[in-house]
């Protein structure tokens, strides 16, 4: 069974860092490309990011709002995503999800049950 | 890319049709999909590439369009189906979702 499990949200002061951790079992990490999508509260879905796989030199894109201040980076030995949040601003609280891309098609087939971030002071 | 999903809100009754509409503000082909979201959930996909259904997806849901304009439509509202639809582009980086239609119980 495919699963995902994020972890690394809480509460965090603007300005400051947060790293964001996804955990995939289930299926072979290492051939997807893997996603991050964010949802603000009661608001819609917004794409984060990608980072690609090792065949594809683990090139990453990502969305205008979030550039130059997030990276995403995996580990395949593990298994594991990551997020690495800087220079948050309060436009950034939304719960994350780590989605794995469906046949690297750029849509998402399996999804995490995400982890809140909250940036307040 | 934008993706305008409409209408915002649909009320409907099970056992009727529900229509939901998303249009691209550039041409995207067919690289669109729809996902379902209920509440406390996250998303599912339910369509991909304007028209194919993801695994398990009933036959009830089927979407079509190419182009700027597309339709997911659900031939006939099981009370399961009542959530909240997105649509999502993949032919342009940055991906895009459109706002959301919520489809609720009339």
Known sequence: EVQLVESGGGLVQP??????????SGFI?????????????????????????KPNSYTTEYAASVKGRFTISRDDSKNSLYLQMNSLITED?????????FKSYGYYDYWGQGTLVTVSS | IVLTQSPATL????GERATLSCRA????STYLAWYQQKPGQTPRLLIYDASNRATG?????????????????????????????????????????GQGTKVEIK
């Open chain 2, 25 to 28: 503000s550039q041409s995207i």
């Open chain 1, 15 to 24: 300005g400051g860092s947060l790293r964001l951790s996804c955990a995939a």
């Open chain 1, 29 to 53: 990490f290492s051939d997807h490309y893997m996603d991050w999508v964010r949802q603000a509260p009661g608001k819609g879905l917004e794409w984060v990011g990608r980072i690609r796989n």
């Open chain 1, 93 to 101: 609280t939304a719960v994350y999800y780590c989605a794995r891309d």
């Open chain 2, 57 to 97: 997806v009933p036959a009830r849901f089927s979407g079509s369009g190419s182009g700027t304009d597309f339709t997911l439509t659900i031939s006939s509202l099981e009370p399961e189906d009542f959530a909240v639809y997105y649509c999502q582009q993949r032919s342009n980086w940055p991906r895009t979702f």
């Open chain 2, 11 to 14: 009320s409907l009754s099970p």
